[in-house]
């Protein structure tokens, strides 16, 4: 099985431009989880979404949105980029929500560069 | 709110040496505990976890961590390391219930000849 695939690997962006990520889970796996991980404040969980629903998300301003299609592929929004959203975008995907005992497995991230 | 703490934030240590890499959680209630593994450029791969049953749980690459609930503690060892083994290491523990990882900060480990 392939694993999660994020793209794109790289991005760079200027203040106060807007960004979209892709994430797409393993195949079968219904839920997707996205994290932020900065050297200053570490691995941060930004929202969860299983079935096109946001189940959970994170202290993060509504600059940060995200969405889930039917396909369980999901994207994630910044819009009016600030210098500190600098960072790591994780995606993570797992079978389905239970009460935490799902492996959550990780693509290999995005790192967007804010100039 | 759940909170990991790992006491250090790098651990430099000799190929075939013992390592043990601490990692403590606050929790009244009962948890689920993971380590992760991150290599320079990559995800994060999962080590192992505890979700309940034995206290002491293994992963297939000799690494082994012992969950202590008295002492709040889910420290991760190996007897005897690689040099493969350098990457940063990611302490983590969800409230039972919900699907968020909340993370330590890290511990990176270093591994010389």
């Known amino acids: 099985k392939a694993g999660v695939t994020q793209t794109p690997r790289y991005l760079i962006k200027t203040r106060g431009q807007q960004v979209t990520l892709s994430c797409s889970p393993i195949?079968?796996?219904?839920?997707v989880s996205w994290y932020q991980q900065t050297p200053g404040q570490g691995l941060q969980f930004l929202f969860e979404y299983f079935s096109e629903t946001q189940r959970n998300k994170g202290n993060f301003p509504g600059r940060f949105s995200g969405r889930q299609f039917s396909n369980s592929r999901s994207e994630m929004n910044v819009s009016t980029l600030e210098l500190g959203d600098s960072a790591l975008y994780l995606c993570a995907s797992f079978l389905l929500p239970g009460q935490g005992q799902e492996t959550q497995y990780f693509g290999p991230g995005t790192r967007l560069l804010v100039l | 709110a759940q909170s990991v703490t790992q006491l250090d934030s790098q651990v430099p240590v000799f190929e075939e040496a013992p390592v043990e890499l601490r990692c403590n959680y606050s929790s009244s209630v009962s948890v689920y505990l993971f380590w992760y593994v991150q290599y320079p450029n990559q995800g994060l791969q999962l080590l192992l976890k505890y979700l309940s049953g034995s206290t002491l749980v293994e992963s297939i690459n000799g690494f082994e961590a012992e969950f202590n609930k008295s002492q709040t503690s889910f420290h991760l060892r190996k007897p005897s390391v690689h040099i493969s083994d350098t990457a940063e290491y990611f302490c983590a523990v969800i409230d039972t219930g919900f699907q968020k990882l909340v993370f330590g900060t890290g511990t990176r480990l270093l591994v010389s000849p």
């Open positions: 195949s079968g796996h219904r839920s």
